[in-house]
Structure formats: C-alpha cells, structure tokens
C-alpha cells in the first residue's frame, strides 16, 4: 500500500525536447505546447525550457500562426536572458530563435530587417553550428538567383549539384540510390560534386585526428556510396560555412553560368532531382 502511494506521488516520466519535436512533426501544436509546459515547469528558467520554446516558436511559423511564433520567440529570449548555463540548449535555442525571427520578418515582407539581423549575429557568432545555422538562413532568403559562393570558374559551362553531406548522417545514406540513379540517367549533362567537412567524429575514437576522420572519410564513401564512385568529395570546411551547412543533407544546384538555381536542406527523390534541370 504504502509503495502503491509513493508511486502515485511520483511525477510523470519527464518530457524532452525530443517530444516536443515528435508533436510538431506531427503538425500538433497544442500538444507540443502542453509537454513544453510540463516540461519548464519541471525545469524552469533553464536552456532546455529555452530550447523547447525555440521549437515551439519554429513549430507555429510552419503551421502559418505568426502570434505564436512571436509569442515564442519571445518567450525563449526572456529565458536565454536568466538562464546562466553554457551548454548545447542554449546554442540551440539561439540557432533556432535568430533563424525563426528572421523567416518571421521575412514572412510580413521586412527582409532586409530579417537580413540585419541575420548579418548582426552572424558577426557575433563564434559556435560553428550557429554561423552555419545563421548563414543557412541568410541563404535561403537570398542565395537563389545569386553567383554561387566559392565557385570555380572552370565548372562554368556545365551545370553543377552540389551534395553536401556528412559522413554519420543517416538521410545522406539514404539519398544514395536516388542520387546514384540520377548520375546515371543524367552525369553527362550534370556535374555532381559532394563537399564534406570534418565533426571529429569517429566510431570507436574518443578524439580522433584530422588524419583518423580523413581515413574514415574516405572508407565511409568507398563502401557506403559506391553509385557515386569516382565523384569528388572534398574536405572542405569553408564551402560547408557557405552554404549554411547545419543540417544534412543540404542541395545546391548551380547553371552552367554558375549561377544558384536551388539552395534546400532536405532529401530529394529522383523526381525532384530530375525537376532541377528545368532550373535555368
């Protein structure tokens, strides 16, 4: 009885972030509002309650409620202001409130204030996952239409899909075989280049070397992407800032004038893949 009553007055298994992520992907946000709730009431003023009210700010700018989101945002700055500790939440929570305010403005027609903002932080930001954050949404309002960034001269002529990846990333893998048919259906009219960047990340190495992650680098593509055989796939820190490469996989494909028709970061099927090259 009296461990019947002990277990009554236990609380709930706690909320995550990650359900808050599970609710929003399922378009609810009423329910992601109520986890997000129990969630900073558990754990208030801290950067997890601020990085589950960023996704709730990114949740109710997809679902169309611009009250919400600015309510949101809000809400996550308040806490950025009180929270005091140093850790990937607040990072993330700023990621996502500096690119959801600036989509916001954006949304009722004040990009060039979404733009100064973006271009502030961007300067202040020293977190490489927060300059690529930023700098993938600076892209998304302005890259299309625009000289691609770090382009060779020498691919002028032919048009370019730039693939960027990661070499852990699930939905990379998984993009191969629309990736693989795609190259053979369609590699002598484009040209397809796959830029990567070092995470030292290694399985089984705690801290491994550039040189370590170079090697696994180089065995991942060898045995994961064989469709895409004998496709440069350059280590290449720089080209992966500037096309805001926070999530993978992200997208480019740029004319034959090197000018940048499409920026996305998502998959693609073969079909989209193939709508791209009536991208002139």
Not at 135 to 153: E, F, H, M, S, V
Not at 161 to 185: M, P, T, V
Not at 255 to 270: E, F, H, N, Q
Request: proline letters at 4%.
């Amino acid at each position: 009885m009296y461990v019947f009553l002990f277990l009554l007055s236990m609380p709930l298994q706690a909320q995550s972030v990650t359900d808050i992520r599970s609710k929003l992907s399922a378009g609810d946000l009423i329910s992601a509002d109520a986890v997000a709730t129990d969630l900073c009431a558990a754990k208030p003023n801290t950067t997890e309650c601020a990085a589950a009210q960023s996704w709730l700010a990114r949740g109710a700018f997809m679902l169309g409620d611009h009250k919400a989101t600015a309510s949101y945002i809000a809400e996550t700055k308040r806490l950025l202001g009180v929270a005091t500790t140093e850790d990937a939440n607040r990072t993330a929570a700023r990621g996502a409130v500096i690119e959801t305010e600036a989509r916001l403005l954006a949304a009722k027609g004040k990009k060039n204030e979404a733009l100064r903002l973006l271009q502030d932080e961007l300067r202040k930001a020293t977190d490489y996952g927060l300059q690529a954050r930023i700098q993938k949404t600076i892209n998304a309002l302005t890259l299309t239409g625009k000289r691609a960034p770090r382009y060779d001269a020498s691919l002028q002529g032919k048009p370019t899909l730039l693939f960027l990846w990661a070499h852990w990333c699930g939905d990379c893998r998984a993009q191969i075989k629309a990736l693989g048919e795609f190259h053979k259906k369609h590699g002598d009219r484009v040209r397809i280049v796959a830029p990567t960047r070092r995470y030292q990340r290694v399985p089984g190495i705690d801290k491994p070397t550039d040189q370590q992650e170079n090697e696994h680098i180089v065995k991942v593509w060898r045995e994961s992407y064989a469709p895409l055989a004998g496709i440069d796939h350059p280590i290449d820190n720089d080209t992966m800032l500037a096309y805001g490469v926070s999530s993978t996989p992200t997208f480019a494909y740029i004319d034959a004038k090197g000018i940048v028709r499409y920026y996305g970061s998502s998959r693609m099927s073969l079909a989209q893949l193939e709508k791209l090259l009536e991208k002139k």
